[in-house]
């Protein structure tokens, strides 16, 4: 305002102190909210990222669960940083988790709403239907399944029943009507069925088993296909029925029905037996004439039976073997053998001395021959001859046949040699050359060979005439000087052991 003024100035200096304060953890991420329906799986939030704390490490912020508004709606629990939200069965509604955060002794808080959506479940069975027994052709049954089926979230009186499945409808037919399950029973039918019944609320379903149990009432079996009579012949094979199509048991597995023989008639002529449900028929050998079997089957305790009757007719029948001849072992050059054949043969329906025996064939007529005389067959063993021989015969009688065979072996044997070719007597002059006679023709062996043959001189009757030397197969006769008359030798052909001699005589006349 125009006033003048004067004025001095200086400077000065102040210090201030700001000293920590350790703040409380605080919300970094705050918790969202969440939806779930009834009966959903566990939720699990991460609570790691939710407080964070400026003045210390928030990783050592320790979180727990604060409050939980409705755990009837669910459990909840924080394990670490992790908070696990379990619904528990069938509930649904809202509530209020609210997390508590500890750093450093400082807390913060911060919840979240969950909301679990109800859903619709489907109805249960509450009471289920007890098994039900009952017997073969018994009447109808009505049965209530009012109470069978429940749903907690919608009106019982509302579910509908229906039949879903019949596992036996041969046996039992069932239907619905409202509330009322209605059974009936077909006739003659045992056995169990199972009915199973669907219950429906509000399009969804459960469902219900009824066991139905129907006891047989035990009738005896029946003769559902006679047995037709039979007609063969004399010693014809078995005759074999199949008894399983003749009995039937309508209340009772035909495959346990037993069969047994009552009965036969004339055991003499025919036997019976059972096998595997096949009746078998024997007719006995060279029997004819007739026999009724009787046949009894067998069914829980109940029988029925039948019967049917073979006729056998006669039929001439063939020779047998009676007594078959065994193989017959000889030596080579064995006296003939006779075998009666008498006891070989015989015929039921005729007399054995009629019976007619030929030789139909000889494998080996080179070393045996044979020939039948008087009821009789000779073998007649050819000279050093030996193997095996097969030999056939036929039995006829009244116009039929059988035949028979067997074996001959005849063993080799090992013969003497021989004198194949003699050596002749020789006639010389006192004072003669040397004779050399050859030695290699005159044995021989049919078992074994020549040339093996050893020779020797067996004896000398007049030494003083002459001196005999053999050196293999050469005789060599050295006559005395000045000297005459007569001499025998004896030569010995020695082969495979065995030995045969020859001789011969040696004149020399005086000059």
Known sequence: ?????????????????????????YVASPLISRFANE??????????????????????????????????????SVNSKTLTLTYLPD?????????????????????????????????IVNQALDTLQVQEDSSGRSLNLSSVFTDKDNDDTLITKSIQANSNSSLVQAIIAGNTLSLSFSPDQYGTATITIQGQSNGKFAHSELTIQVDPVDDP?????SISDVNTTEDAPDTI??????????????????????????????????????????????????????????????????????TITPIDDPPVIKNPISMVTAAEDDSNLIIPLSPVF???DNDDTAIIISVTHNTRPNIISTVIENSSLTLSFLPNQNGQAEIYLIAQSSGKSITHSFSVNIQAVDDLPFVSQPISNIEVNEDADITNIDLSTVFSDIDDDDNAITKQLASNTNSLLLTPEIVGNTLSIDYKA????????VILGQSNG????????????PI
């Open 241 to 310: 029925i199949s008894l399983i199509p003749v009995f039937s048991d309508k209340d009772n597995d035909n495959a346990s029905i037993t069969h047994s023989i009552l009965n036969i008639s004339h055991p003499d002529i025919c036997s019976a037996r059972i096998e595997n449900k096949d009746l078998i028929i024997s007719p006995k050998a060279n029997q004819y004439g007739s026999c009724t079997t009787f046949i009894q089957a067998e069914s829980d305790g109940l029988t029925a039976s039948t019967d049917f009757t073979m």
């Open 221 to 225: 079996p029946q003769v559902v296909q």
């Open 482 to 489: 000045n000297k005459f008359g007569e001499a025998t030798l």
């Open 498 to 509: 065995k030995n045969i001699t020859t001789q011969f005589h040696v004149l020399v006349n």
């Open 91 to 123: 509930q649904f509604g809202e509530a209020r988790i609210t997390i508590l955060a500890l750093s450093n002794g400082k807390t913060e808080q911060d919840s979240l709403t969950i909301t679990v959506n109800p859903i619709d479940d489907a109805p």
């Open 346 to 348: 015989t015929d039921v």
């Open 39 to 76: 009966d959903d799986a566990p939720t699990v939030i991460d609570l790691s990222g939710v407080f964070d704390d400026i003045d210390n490490d928030p990783n050592k912020i320790q979180c727990s669960l604060y409050s939980n508004t409705k755990p009837s709606l669910l459990n909840a």
């Open 1 to 25: 305002n125009g006033t003048q003024v004067s004025a001095q100035s200086d400077l000065a200096s102040v210090s201030i102190t700001v000293q920590a304060i350790d703040d409380a953890p």
